[in-house]
């Protein structure tokens, strides 16, 4: 997956070059399409879980979020393509209306992709012309509704992949979704020995401030206090992990929280999602494998693990003698010297509840909706994949899953209390 430019770092209140916009704006729209590229229309109707959306829908969902955010409310006359893809690719946003059931979106076999894809084509072209010919005072209003359009839709791009692959994983085929000899994503760094390193806490500031751009929930910035603590240089590895397998880490009940353990038991949890174990009736060789999005390949000790819920994580932790870092100590910590693997690699679990931060307000309007009414049941994960579009993630980003998810390219940095 080739990387896209990094994003306009433009803050809502400001007013960058039209043309800058307009860029910025086809950049990203055609990334999401090369990153369909070469699927097939089955690949791409395909949704494996409830908790996955077919590539297609993605591909639609992303136009009619400028669609129902920036054309409709700021382009007086504007014409839909189609006012049923307002119901179809609505995701959750109840200001906006009624929509299709997450879990059957996969049953959306009409409209054709061909059909979409001329969707996507309308609404390109309407927003560039909006760009082009919106009077300044439209232009104002709609252009932070735009520039967040366009971080939604990078959002997207990692979904893309990670959605599909979790539906190739299921196929007993296993098949690859870009051939070996393509560009391959950032692959990881030859890891060192693990090293800690020793932060001195104190009163430290949380969140994003100044210029560029953020969502919501990156805010406000504030102060949090910090015990001296300790975390690894880098990211686990599949090695240290096939460690924790082997000294019957999914079978010792002590190591795990009680609803990860309940995980454990109730979906037959061995390893991480897509490791293929010796003896499986899909193993090709008499050791690890794993799948991912060139196939089936040789486990790699030296890649740091990925597909891990948090469950695993923390349990992982617990066998090492150490803890999952909170987001604050996580944020505090980068950019020290000697730390590695921060981004660019698997999503980093934390300790910390996605909880809102002290002063948070959501968005007016609708956009309200996009991540204030999710801070319940979820933890917050740090960093940035191998699969998030480059340019995409800052220090204070703070993506957030289920625990017990486990389809994502998410893995895990060591904490300890105290100085070294």
Not at 94 to 121: D, I, K, N, S
Request: glycine share 8%; with cysteine.
């Amino acid at each position: 997956m080739s990387a896209i430019p990094s994003p306009t770092q433009a803050h809502p209140r400001s007013r960058p070059p039209r043309e800058q916009a307009a860029q910025h704006h086809a950049e990203v729209r055609a990334h999401s399409l090369a990153l369909a590229a070469g699927l097939s229309a089955e690949d791409q109707c395909i949704q494996s879980m409830p908790d996955a959306s077919p590539v297609k829908w993605h591909l639609a969902h992303t136009s009619w979020f400028f669609e129902a955010v920036v054309l409709q409310p700021h382009v007086p006359g504007y014409r839909p393509f189609d006012e049923r893809f307002f119901y179809l690719f609505n995701s959750y946003y109840e200001a906006l209306g009624p929509r299709h059931p997450r879990p059957q979106r996969g049953l959306l076999t009409r409209p054709t992709l061909a059909e979409v894809q001329a969707y996507r084509a309308h609404v390109d072209e309407a927003v560039q012309r909006f760009i082009a010919d919106s009077d300044e005072a439209a232009w104002a209003a709609a252009q932070p509704l735009l520039t967040l359009g366009l971080h939604h839709e990078q959002q997207h791009q990692e979904l893309i992949v990670t959605d599909l692959l979790h539906a190739l994983s299921c196929n007993p085929l296993l098949p690859a979704w870009r051939p070996a000899e393509a560009p391959a994503l950032r692959l990881a760094a030859t890891a060192p020995a693990l090293r800690w390193l020793a932060l001195p806490g104190g009163t430290v500031m949380q969140g994003h401030a100044g210029p560029g751009f953020a969502f919501d929930n990156e805010t406000p910035r504030h102060a949090v206090l910090l015990a001296p603590y300790q975390l690894a240089d880098r990211l686990v590895n599949c090695g240290e992990y096939a460690q924790f397998i082997a000294d019957g880490g999914y079978q010792r009940p002590a190591l795990w929280l009680s609803d990860g353990w309940a995980a454990v038991q109730a979906g037959g949890w061995r390893a991480p999602a897509y490791w293929i174990e010796p003896g499986d009736p899909r193993a090709a060789a008499p050791h690890w494998q794993v799948f991912g999005l060139h196939g089936v390949r040789p486990l790699d000790p030296a890649a740091p693990v990925s597909q891990l819920s948090f469950y695993e994580a923390a349990a992982y932790a617990e066998w090492a003698g150490a803890r999952l870092p909170t987001e604050a100590e996580w944020e505090a910590a980068h950019g020290a010297e000697g730390l590695t693997q921060m981004s660019g690699h698997v999503w980093q679990w934390t300790r910390s509840s996605y909880d809102p931060y002290p002063g948070f307000r959501p968005l007016a309007g609708a956009v309200g909706e996009y991540n204030g009414k999710f801070m319940v049941g979820q933890l917050v994960l740090r960093g940035g994949s191998c699969a998030t579009p480059a340019g995409h993630t800052r220090p204070s980003y703070r993506n957030f899953f289920p625990p017990g998810a486990r389809w994502q390219f998410s893995g895990l940095r060591l904490a300890r209390d105290g100085a070294c």
